[in-house]
């Protein structure tokens, strides 16, 4: 065995040490589950961290009913697989008010299902720590992310009042009312997160992987139409075309590639040659320059 | 896209499609503003990985916006992230960028080069394993790099590249080249840095970056980015003694207990004899547990779990450690401190220190000499403020197991934790444990507290008066002590303005001060509670860590922290010194309650409220509040 550790073995070693050392510190963990690609790498590692006992802390989706369907299938399967509680939330105001992208835009929607959602479940379940899958690299806002990230009262993030963070110390003390986000897979890359999904044969939804899907084309964006609630042109078909998604989220705002990678092989070739970065699927990021880190001032992951 | 660009691209894309067996190397990069380090670094990512088109829309857009660089391509956007700093154009904090190569993956700390920022490149270079800093060329070793090095030193990086950047405006001469290199080996070499590789770059232009540059025959050295993917690094730290700080206890059912953490040194197997500090127990280890499987070896790097053969009584915070090398114990330490917070530190205070797993609380002594990171003078100091380096010794509550920082990172690292904000308010370096506290042995005398107090004839106690000046403290404090003299009680009255004429006389109103203050008048009435007295001690005492500090000097049931309770306008109405008044118009700086911030108590045994009752029902009130402690 050769000492030096491969760079996959250190980011999964690291990220085991901070969910470690976070659930040490919280008194009531949570971790946030999207049901995509990042949750199910940072799910398996929280199993690794805790084996042979399961995670200490339950899941927790924050539901917008926007989703894919088959997310859904996935994600209703995973309490049976893991032995850990899944808690579902949903914004009740969204549910009477009917909010959804179509009349009221991607940033509304967005904003009161998943920002204030969240808030919503933190507070009722009295969550004083949540995990999240977010990575440095996905956006130039978050290069400057800490690992434990401290909330205020009003969950928003204050880019001053944030910790340094030296060698492996984490602080996770915190002041009433404080809470904190933490974020272990901050150091992972797109691409170390799909070799190691490859590597240890973990689940993903299909939805990653192409197949013929029915989408329509909105203003150069390749959407599918996932149920009847989408609002069809008079006359308008979707066209049957092999697509898959590089990142998930409410099905009207998730833009499709084309493409013919049925295996994680595949997605990892094609991601060396890709020439777009994984944001650019996501409607919201478009609005403009710097409009993450607005978003996550308020709260939003 | 030049052509070597291209190739570079062209190299990468044939390269193996599998990159999960490269390896790590975290560097950081330090560097001012102007030494076009931000260039450098959105350079590198640029030309190294497959800068999507999306984001190289963005940049175009992005560098007529804010670019320096006219209509050219700005590469410093690339890394600048915040809207307000870049606006500002500069950088604020520690920033983590990720690329990699076929052979490496690489994290980068882009860490700002000023003055005031010494926090964050302190941050980024802890977990560094290499150093570039950065410097003009034409403008030579200065002041900041010396200042970075010094800082790099301090953090323990052995790797150190110099770059030197914009050669393009030297016409890359040699003779600049040689004489920087010069004049920097010699500061290298005075404070310490061994291995130190020198580049000569045009981060604008590109050259030496990637590909070696034909402008620089005379170099003959690889390229930064050569230099990167070759230099060597081995895992140093698998070849120290074992060091596991243990994290979480796993029960995961009745029969299986392990404990779980990172090696942060060395390597276990089963049958190893190791020893639970700072305890000294001793186990042999059974089996090295992960969900991968049994290990036959664990190895500095992994995070895993432990069972041993015999039932043990370990907890979250111990360290776990070769029985033949163990830690070193000790009650008090030396260390180099780094400030980060903008409340200065305050000398016998009490603080949280995490280390390893563990959280205890500590204080410190006034520094013995803060270094000036400019000349690196030590020059003498009553505290360290926001980005000031020191050496405290420290007083930590229960002995803690440690390794001096220069021989591991992980057991001899720290950070400081303020009690009341939670704020990580300093990073700190163990150099070595102080043995002082073993020779000072405590004297144990056959006469006890108890037995003082049997012959007194009733119990002895600290009644700790806290509250706003002019909340009538020392009305109450003059009406209870007649009241038990009258009962037979031995007392002693502990003013705030009388101790001040005397015993504290030498010291004034800044923080540090009320502290050192609060600290003696504690020790003083600790002293009288011993003797058998009760001591009513009436002082403003604005800090609950202050009078915390008081507290844990008296045993269990001794200390009695009265709050009396009176708002602020009422008490300024009732003036009885007139120091409000003088404060209000700016003569009396520090005044509690008008520029200086009072603590309400967070659980104190009584509180009066002068505003709903006479001082004399106060004192009933407070009267049977002793006696129901047995204190009278």
């Not at chain 2, 301090?154 to 110099?162: A, E, P, T």
Request: hydrophobic letters at 40%; charged letters at 25%; proline letters at 5%.
């Amino acid at each position: 065995m050769t000492d030096n550790l491969t760079h996959l073995q250190r980011l999964e070693a690291e990220s085991i040490h901070i969910i470690r050392e976070a659930v040490a510190e919280a008194e009531r963990p949570v971790m946030l589950y999207s049901i995509g690609k990042d949750s199910s790498a940072l799910l398996h590692l929280a199993q690794k961290a805790f084996y042979p006992a399961k995670p200490p802390f339950p899941l927790l989706h924050v539901d917008t009913t926007w989703k894919f369907k088959e997310m859904y299938t996935f994600r209703d399967a995973i309490p049976e697989k893991t032995g850990m509680e899944l808690r579902v939330h949903r914004n009740q105001y969204c549910i009477d008010n009917n909010i959804n992208p179509f009349d009221h835009g991607s940033a509304m929607h967005t904003d009161l299902w998943k920002t204030e959602g969240l808030k919503q479940a933190l507070q009722i379940g009295k969550f004083d720590l949540a995990f999240g899958g977010a990575r440095r690299d996905e956006e130039k806002s978050r290069a400057k992310e800490r690992i434990f990230s401290v909330r205020s009262t009003a969950q928003r993030w204050d880019p001053k009042a944030q910790r340094p963070e030296l060698w492996k110390l984490y602080n996770g003390k915190l002041a009433p009312g404080q809470s904190l986000r933490v974020f272990p897979l901050s150091n992972w890359t797109e691409l170390d997160v799909w070799q190691y999904i490859k590597l240890e044969g973990i689940e993903i939804v299909p939805l990653y992987l192409a197949a013929p899907r029915p989408v329509v084309n909105r203003d150069g964006v390749l959407i599918m139409v996932d149920d009847d609630r989408f609002p069809l042109e008079p006359g308008e078909v979707p066209e049957m075309l092999s697509v898959r998604f590089r990142t998930l989220g409410c099905y009207p705002l998730t833009g499709a590639v084309q493409s013919e990678a049925m295996s994680i092989d595949e997605i990892v070739e094609e991601l060396l040659s890709a020439s777009t970065s994984e944001r650019q699927g996501r409607v919201i990021d478009h609005d403009s320059s710097g409009s993450m880190e607005r978003k996550r001032q308020d709260g939003y992951f | 896209m030049d052509e070597s660009t291209l190739a570079y691209r062209r190299n990468r894309e044939t390269g193996t499609n599998d990159h999960s067996d490269k390896d790590l190397l975290r560097f950081i990069t330090c560097g001012s503003v102007d030494d076009g380090k931000s260039t450098l670094i959105g350079r590198l990512l640029y030309e190294t990985q497959l800068v999507y088109e999306d984001t190289l829309e963005q940049l175009e857009a992005d560098s007529k916006r804010f670019g320096t660089q006219g209509d050219s391509i700005d590469f410093a956007l690339l890394v600048d992230g915040l809207s307000a700093e870049r606006e500002q154009g500069i950088t604020i904090d520690v920033a983590y960028r990720y690329f990699s190569t076929k052979r490496r993956m690489f994290i980068v700390a882009d860490t700002p080069g000023h003055e005031q920022y010494t926090r964050n490149m302190v941050t980024g270079a802890s977990t560094a394993d290499l150093a570039l800093i950065l410097l003009d060329a034409t403008k030579g070793v200065l002041t900041q790099t010396r200042r970075h090095s010094y800082i790099v030193r301090l953090l323990g990086i052995k790797r150190v590249v110099l770059v030197v950047n914009k050669f393009d405006l030297t016409d890359y001469s040699e003779e600049v080249f040689e004489s920087i290199k010069d004049s920097y080996q010699t500061f290298a070499e005075e404070i310490g840095l061994e291995e130190v590789h020198y580049i000569p770059v045009s981060a604008l232009l590109g050259e030496n970056l990637v590909q070696r540059s034909e402008r620089t025959p005379w170099y003959g050295g690889p390229s930064l980015l050569e230099y990167l993917e070759t230099v060597e690094v081995t895992n140093e730290s698998a070849d120290l003694p074992f060091r596991m700080p243990v994290q979480w206890v796993n029960r995961s059912s009745s029969d299986f207990r392990g404990f779980s953490g990172s090696i942060v040194a060395g390597r276990v197997r089963p049958g190893d004899r190791v020893s639970v500090q700072p305890s000294g127990r001793g186990a042999t280890v059974k089996r090295i547990v992960t969900a991968d499987g049994d290990l036959p070896e664990g190895v500095s790097g992994q995070a895993v779990t432990l069972t041993f053969d015999e039932e043990l009584d370990v907890s979250r915070g111990d360290v776990l450690a070769a029985e033949s090398e163990p830690l070193l114990v000790t009650d008090r330490i030396q260390a180099q401190l780094v400030w980060m917070s903008e409340n200065e530190m305050l000398p016998g205070r009490p603080y949280l220190m995490k280390l390893g797993s563990k959280t205890v609380t500590i204080s410190f002594e006034p520094p013995r000499y803060v270094t000036n990171i400019n000349t690196l003078e030590h020059l003498a100091a009553r505290t360290l403020t926001l980005n000031s380096i020191g050496v405290c010794h420290i007083a930590v509550e229960s002995p803690i197991a440690f390794d001096p920082y220069s021989v591991c990172r992980d057991t001899g690292g720290f950070i400081v934790i303020d009690r009341l904000t939670f704020e990580t308010v300093a990073a700190g370096m163990i150099e070595f444990g102080l043995r002082r506290a073993d020779n000072i042995h405590w004297q144990q005398f056959e006469v006890s507290n108890a037995s003082r107090s049997q012959l007194m004839g009733h119990g002895s106690g600290v009644v700790w008066m806290t509250g706003l000046s002019g909340a009538g403290k020392s009305t109450i404090a003059n009406l209870l002590e007649r009241k038990l003299y009258s009962q037979g009680v031995h007392t002693y009255i502990l003013d705030g303005d009388n101790v001040r004429h005397g015993l504290n006389k030498d010291l004034g109103f800044t923080d540090a001060d009320r502290v050192e203050n609060i600290r003696r008048v504690a020790e003083v009435a600790r002293l009288m509670s011993d003797a058998g007295l009760v001591v009513v001690v009436s002082f403003i005492s604005p800090f609950q860590a202050e009078r915390n500090m008081a507290r844990s000097l008296l045993p269990e049931g001794k200390f009695v922290e009265v709050y009396v309770d009176v708002p602020l306008e009422v008490a300024e109405s009732r003036d009885p010194k007139g120091l409000y008044r003088k404060a209000r118009a700016g003569q009396l700086p520090h005044f509690t309650g008008i520029d200086s911030r009072y603590e309400v108590p967070e659980n104190p045994e009584v509180r009066l409220d002068t505003t709903k009752m006479d001082p004399a029902a106060a004192v009933e009130q407070l009267a049977e509040a002793l006696a129901s402690l047995g204190i009278i």
